[in-house]
């Protein structure tokens, strides 16, 4: 598996249980669509949530919320 090196800042990633509150989803839900694909964490010293990957998946939450009503 090929890595990738990018800088990061900071104030761009948050921890599993912030980026769960940010999507306001609950933590295990959160894990699960980290083993399905549907989110790709960061792994640095632990395990955070690039702010940008969460907007995206954020984003198609949205958008399935507005196509079901």
């Known amino acids: ?3 990738e090196r990018v800088t990061l800042n900071v104030q761009d990633i948050l921890t599993p249980t912030k980026a769960a ?8 839900t959160l894990w699960r669509w980290v083993r399905d694909g549907k989110i790709t964490p960061v ?9 940008s990957e969460l907007n995206r998946v954020k984003a198609l939450r949205e958008g399935n919320k507005k196509a079901d009503a």
């Open 1 to 3: 598996m090929a890595t």
């Open 21 to 28: 509150e940010y999507l306001g989803v609950a933590r295990m």
């Open 43 to 51: 792994i640095l010293d632990h395990t955070y949530f690039h702010i």
